[in-house]
């Protein structure tokens, strides 16, 4: 049997994981360390260095030391994280030709998943070199909140790394699983995790060797680098200050603050105040040189970055919200990720939550011990021990009006199916456009574009006729696929989801458009004659009544007002009539009801002429 | 079928749970009675890891990974409607839970009871002949290779070997043709022939067509 090893692959340090007899394995580098930063460089010799290494000479080489890849991973270059982040970093970055992310390393630019391939490819070495033979499959680990094009992005990245990603599970829910495998517990867990660049939250039933996802949030961009980010502006804000020199404009200084920050940062989970030394950062003449010294307690680091805390209780809340369950319930509380370290945030936890966190779980090995346990489980086809996970985003198409309209809710136990009736749009359309979107927006342009095909040669019929069965599929390792089908003919088009489609959020938007093959919610045409002509019905009773009352009440200030809503109700129903907008219709309808219903009171009232 | 790596034991376990799944959210989960909240969810989990693909990692399922994704989904869909008091109400209105299963009288306890006896009787009776055949059989063993040593001995001279295989052979198989005929060839080896010829004949009597015993008698009679 092949061994399956597990790997968390972070946003600052990643750590290989193997399942053994006794329990699993956290394998250690050639430095002896059980985890290994997330970096990547090139020296000026063209030499590629990763982890340690890489981190160390990232002072004097800062242009091509990349690190956080993670939190550009699967993502848009247009996205405004991404750019906040691309302004901050000491890398270049530069737009890819599929709208994605390429950073600037050497003599070459690299995509995004080429990159975290460089890192697990030291994991796998790491591995390889501790068990003394050759690895070919992992479990992966992402943050829960990670949507489908990041997974995918990050399976990439393990093929280009000569990795078989068997299975790519959440970081909350591998955490879940190291802590409840093998105890027989009968519980309900939350996962606190706040790594170095995502906070995400998940709560879990433990109960016969099933560890059941509840629900799960996050934010893909809060997390450590948050903190030191916080340090680092404050430092420069304070230095400017003092000398009106900006330390962001060199690079060189910048890493050094960046280096200087996450230290303290580090420093204060042990002790209540620590220096922060940097002699010679900056030198803005020949022969000068300025220092930076500052003292940052633990009281100013709270100050610099409380909100951040607080943004991950809203979060929590939110994850309970969502899946309409209970604090109280919660019977456990888990925390994962190196913030988790941070003195405030493991009271402001026990606040929120009113119990003590759960001791005995390392924060940092403990996702890369639950991954490999699950490579474990998945090589031995267990009987006894089972993951069910669900989707953390809404999954859907776009619908005619630019509306998102949900198939898949998020929080779904995967395996998942849906399907639905969706119908045309316009007479004679002749075929229909699938885009599939992932997020929890309203408003597609907000959410992911997962992919997009069409179903053509349909029949030519007039608008509504045409039955299009839309179904969406989310398999138990997570792949999802659409598929289309022409009622009437049997037709199909199936599209598994596989990778970023590469469209700009302005052709999203023109695609958003009017008149475009768009579809819309099929509903029986004799549902939508009632409707109609129920409407119809209405207007012509309340214009049949509007001058008798408008006679009766014209010219107080009730009447006035009451006589102005009742015309724009009107005009929207006659629009949404023209439009023949079957949403619009149902919608339309209220408020003509309720305005004619006003009108009938006061008719009886005074009596009318 | 050759896209699939299942046993024909999986797949008609798994046939047998699609024909389940076409029934009620009860028999999905193998329900009845008035189960809590806490026992449709241990039978959910129960259900799952039967028929969760993750079961059956790296095997190729064929057409059987979409039909295990629909059983899934299937438990999973009877699991959310009967763990919530208000779905499972509106369900069990319409489909009511099958009774459990009625406890026995007074009367089919006890015939329950003597039917178990009885077949405890058998199996006991059973277990005897099954080792009164063994032993036997043991015993033919053993006979065999006294026969075959009393004979070795008989034809190489060594009447002292010869003499206690026939001992042997004489107590534990008295009424032997094989027993007699050795018995007789020993003694007409020691000079007792008219010993000897006794036990021929009675060899004889239990089998007239050995031709070893009847040239033996001739032998000794000269005629016969």
Known sequence: ?609 | MDDCDLSAAERSAIEDAEKLAQGTHWDVLGLVGNPTAADVKRAYFAVSKRYHPDRYFGKKLGVYRTRLEALFVRAKKAHDVLVDDEQRKQYAAKFPAPEPPREPTPEEIAREKRLEERRKQIAAERSVKRKEGLKSELLGLKARKLVSNARAALDSGDLETARSAVETLTAENPDDKETLFLSGRLLEKQGKRALALERYRAARELDATDADVTKAIQRLTGRE
């Not at chain 1, 990643?14 to 990547?40: F, K, Y």
């Not at chain 1, 680098?225 to 003092?242: A, P, T």
């Open chain 1, 1 to 609: 049997m092949n061994k399956i090893i597990g790997i968390d692959l972070g946003t600052t340090n990643s750590c290989v994981a193997i399942a053994e007899r006794t329990g699993p394995r956290v394998l250690a580098n050639r430095q002896g360390h059980n985890t290994t930063p997330s970096v990547i460089a090139v020296t000026e010799t063209g030499k590629r260095l990763i982890g340690q290494l890489a981190k160390r000479q990232g002072i004097t080489n800062p242009k091509n030391t990349i690190h956080g890849a993670k939190r550009l991973i699967g993502r848009r270059w247009e996205v405004p994280e991404v750019q906040r982040m691309v302004s901050l970093v000491s890398f270049v970055c530069m737009e890819g030709p599929h709208d994605d992310v390429r950073v600037h390393l050497g003599d070459r630019a690299y995509a995004i998943p080429e990159i975290s391939s460089m890192v697990l490819q030291e994991m796998k070495l790491i591995a390889e070199q501790q068990l003394g033979e050759t690895i070919s499959q992992a479990v992966v680990t992402v943050p829960a909140y990670f949507n489908d094009n990041q997974r995918q992005a990050t399976k990439a990245a393990g093929a280009i790394a000569g990795l078989d990603v068997v299975r790519i599970i959440n970081e909350p829910t591998a955490a879940a699983l190291a802590y409840g495998y093998g105890k027989g517990l009968e519980q309900r867990v939350a996962i606190y995790d706040f790594g170095g660049g995502t906070f995400d939250v998940s709560i879990l039933n433990i109960g016969q060797g099933v560890f059941e996802v509840l629900s799960t949030a996050g934010d893909t961009f809060l997390g450590g680098e948050d903190f030191d980010e916080r340090i680092i502006e404050w430092l420069r804000g304070e230095f400017m200050r003092e000398h009106n020199i900006d330390l962001r404009q060199d690079k060189m200084a910048l890493q050094r603050l960046r280096d200087a920050a996450e230290k303290a940062k580090i420093d204060l989970s042990a002790q209540t105040e620590t220096d922060i030394n940097l002699p010679f950062i900056s030198s803005p003449a020949k022969g000068q040189a300025l220092h930076l010294q500052r003292r940052l307690t633990r009281d100013k680091l709270v100050e610099l970055t409380n909100d951040l805390i607080e943004r991950s209780i809203t979060i929590c809340e939110k994850a309970f919200k969502s899946a309409d369950l209970k604090l109280a319930d919660t019977k456990a509380v888990i925390l994962v990720g190196g913030m988790t370290r941070m003195p405030r945030i493991q009271q402001r936890v026990q606040e929120y939550f009113g119990i003590a966190p759960s001791k005995g779980v390392h924060p940092d090995e403990v996702v890369a011990a639950g991954a490999a346990i699950q490579g474990q489980l998945l090589a031995e086809g267990s009987q006894e021990t089972l993951l069910l996970d669900v989707t953390p985003h809404n999954l859907g198409i776009v619908v005619a009006g630019g509306l998102f309209d949900v198939l898949i809710a998020k929080d779904t136990t995967i395996p998942t199916s849906s399907t639905k009736v969706f119908t045309t749009v316009r007479d004679n359309q002749t075929q229909v456009r699938i885009m599939v979107m992932q997020g929890d927006s309203a408003v597609p342009q907000q959410n992911e574009l997962l992919g997009e095909f069409v179903l053509d040669q349909l029949p030519s019929k007039p608008r509504g006729e045409i039955q299009v069965d839309v179904t969406f599929t989310i398999s138990a390792d997570g792949i999802v696929s659409v598929a289309a089908k022409d009622v009437a003919t049997g037709r199909a088009q199936t599209i598994q989801v596989t990778a970023s489609s590469g469209l700009t959020p302005s052709e999203i938007a023109d695609m958003t458009a009017e008149n475009q093959d768009y579809v819309t919610a099929f509903s029986k045409p004799t549902e939508k004659d009632a409707e109609q002509v129920e409407l119809e019905a209405l207007l012509a009773e309340i214009e049949g009544v509007m001058p008798k009352v408008s006679a009766v009440i014209a010219g107080t200030e009730f009447g006035t007002e009451a006589l102005k809503k009742a015309a724009t109700a009107i005009e929207r129903a006659k629009a949404a009539l023209a439009g023949n907008q079957r949403d619009a219709i149902a919608l339309a309808k209220g408020p003509v009801q309720r305005a004619l219903s006003l009108f009938k009171t006061v008719t009886t009232k005074l009596g009318g002429p």
